[in-house]
């Protein structure tokens, strides 16, 4: 029997103007589990997430934690919510002015309540955990593209989130520095707990990380295949099939 469902995706439409991006999306995410979401350019990956974080409401459906809904409830009810949530963005979003420490301590300040020294104190930790120690005093200029995406992710941690959304975190990446993001991720999984959703189209991260999955179509304008990334190199749906092979199959 699999984690029980902390995230479920309930018959989500999704659309800008009097475009229609993706319909009928439906699927659950098992506590701890790594769950990808998949599909070519334009698909609608990312504008999945912005809907499961808060950031966009659907034109019918809902997103449900716990067996909460969250586009159901009220706005401070969905405020409470979003604290559950940490999200790293494609390209960190760095505030480029700020060291990587008081980058981190933002959201310790603005949404946790703590004095900014307090904040930075703890902003440090997470630093540390993400295998930047010793970097708090650097800015984002100062440092590489895979360094950046671990200071974003240890700002995503700030709060304790028990989920964590991940927006492309190998994109502008070198093949070796998305590796160690990848063995990054698990450990954080491993040694926490944290539920892990990932928007990609990096099959090495896919295969590597992947509990399960679930493809957009940006064509059909659906999902149309969803379970383990291993397993849906088989699927019955070419484009899946060409998706996961690059078409090698």
Same mark, same amino acid.
């Given at each position: 029997m699999g984690a029980p469902a902390q995230i479920e995706v309930r018959d989500l439409t999704m659309g800008y103007g009097e475009s229609i991006v993706q319909r009928d999306v439906?699927?659950?995410?098992?506590?701890?589990?790594?769950?990808?979401?998949?599909?070519?350019?334009g698909c609608g990956k990312s504008t999945l997430m912005r809907h499961m974080v808060g950031l966009n409401a659907p034109r019918a459906g809902d997103v449900f934690y716990d067996g909460e809904g969250y586009w159901a409830a009220a706005e401070e009810r969905r405020e =409470? #919510?979003?604290?559950?949530? +940490?999200?790293?963005?494609? !390209?960190? *979003?760095?505030?480029?002015?700020?060291?990587?420490?008081?980058n981190v301590a933002v959201p310790l300040v603005e949404q946790g309540g703590l004095g900014q020294g307090e904040a930075l104190a703890v902003a440090r930790l997470?630093? =540390? #955990?993400?295998?930047?120690? +010793?970097?708090?005093?650097? !800015?984002? *200029?100062?440092i590489s593209g895979g360094m950046k995406k671990r200071a974003g992710l240890a700002r995503a941690m700030a709060l304790d989130p028990d989920i964590l959304y991940f927006d492309e975190p190998s994109?502008?990446?070198?093949?070796?520095?998305?590796?160690?993001?990848?063995?990054?991720?698990?450990e954080l999984r491993d040694s926490l707990g944290t539920t892990i959703v990932l928007v990609t189209h990096e099959?090495?991260?896919?295969?590597?990380?992947?509990?399960?999955?679930?493809?957009?179509?940006?064509e059909k304008k659906?999902?149309?295949?969803?379970?383990?990334?291993?397993?849906?190199?088989?699927?019955?749906?070419?484009?899946?099939?060409?998706f996961l092979t690059r078409g090698r199959l």
């Open positions: 439906a699927f659950t995410v098992g506590q701890g589990e790594v769950f990808v979401i998949m599909g070519d350019s =409470a #919510l979003k604290r559950r949530f +940490g999200v790293l963005y494609q !390209y960190a *979003a760095l505030f480029s002015s700020m060291t990587l420490a008081e997470k630093l =540390a #955990l993400v295998g930047l120690a +010793g970097f708090e005093g650097h !800015y984002p *200029a100062e994109a502008g990446l070198d093949p070796l520095s998305s590796r160690r993001l990848d063995d990054l991720i698990l099959l090495p991260s896919i295969f590597e990380l992947g509990d399960n999955a679930v493809f957009l179509d940006a659906t999902m149309t295949a969803k379970g383990r990334p291993a397993e849906l190199k088989d699927s019955p749906d070419p484009k899946v099939r060409a």
